[in-house]
Structures are given as C-alpha cells and as structure tokens.
C-alpha cells in the first residue's frame, strides 16, 4: 500500500472510531507530575488499579518528586502496592524522582522545554521508563506531538492489515507519525480510541460483528 493509501486509511479508522466512541480527553489527571506518576504505574496494571495507588499517594501527600525521594523504597511500595509489581514501580518511581530533583530541580517545565527527540533521550535514560511510557509522557504531560504505541494498537492494527514490515516499535510509531498529521491532539485522541476500541470489541477473542471497523478489518474479511 502507497503512503497516499495508509494515510487515507489511518485517518478513516480515526473518523469511524470518532463517531463510535467520541473524544476521551485524556489523560485523567490532575496534574503532569500525576500523568507521569500513572504513566509508570499502569505498566502492566489496569487503570482502576492504578487509580488506587494514586489515590493513596495523594492521601500520604506523597505524589511529588520530593515527598517521593523522602519516602523509603517499602514506603513507596505500600502505597502503590493496588497496582502491582510495587516493588519495582516503587524503585521506578525513586529513580525518576531523584533524576528530576538532580537534572531539573523538580521542574517539569525545564525538562518539557527540550526539544522532542532530546527530551525522548533524557526519559529513555530514566531507570524502569521504556518507549511506551516515555512517549505517554511526552504526549500526556509534555503536550508534544508524539504517538503512543501499546499492545492494544499493534494488535488492531495487525488485525486491520496495516502491519509495518518491521515488529519494532519505532516501526509502529513511524506507520502513524509517516502517515497523520503532525498533530498532539489527533495523536491524544487517536490513541485513547484505539484502546477504547481494543476493550470494548477488539480483544483477545474479538466481537467483530459488533465492531465499527468490520468493513474495512483484513481479519473479519478471513474469519467471514
Ligand atoms: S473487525 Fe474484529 S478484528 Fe477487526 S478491528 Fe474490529 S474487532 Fe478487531
């Protein structure tokens, strides 16, 4: 398929899931810090969990760079253990407290100044923080026009046809950022409706006669 042909294509899945689902303005918080913080603990975890944890680092005053590097490791854990793999999250969320107080003085305004590739570079850097997550900050907190690319959008998108040759994520990312507008809020929406799709019909074992994308889906087409 030409890029002519995916770019019409990517941007006629968004309208259809547009209609179906209307927008989701995420992310739901209240504040960056907050999306970072449920950027790292939703790793592996569902939100409701996830949305426990923060509730209780809130509660403990804890949900900031400097309550966070106050805090021990098991106290962290204690608090985030709704979500999860606590212990490691709790580590996760030291490392990046101490990087923010040591590089940025706490200041996400410092750090989300950079430039999008060189702030890419700098979370990658970041114990515990992968390309997922990264790119959910640099969208969510950092407003920049990146795309997110999860498990739920590799499998829609395999599902569709639209596979890139390769398997990377970078592969993914570049089938969208090649083929859509350079767009954060596109990006923003486009993402919260692919998962919105992926749990409401496109799941492990799928409900494609229900599915708004059937008609245009390689793997109904197959199983039809
Ligand atoms: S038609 Fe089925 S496989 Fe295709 S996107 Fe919809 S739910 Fe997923």
Redesign the pocket.
Known sequence: MDNQSVSKALLNIYHRLMARYEPQYWWPAEEPFEIIVGAILTQSAAWRNVEKAITNLKAARALSPEALRCLSLSEVAALIHPCGYYNAKALKLKSLASWLGKYYDDNLNKLFICNTDHLRRQLLSIYGIGQETTDSIILYAAHKPVFVIDAYTRR?IN??GLAPASNSYIAYQALFMDNLPTDTELFNEYHALLVC?AKD??RNR???QQ?G??SI?H??EMVE
């Open positions: 829609i599902r569709i799709l019909v496109c799928p409900l494609c599915c994308l059937n889906c793997f109904y």
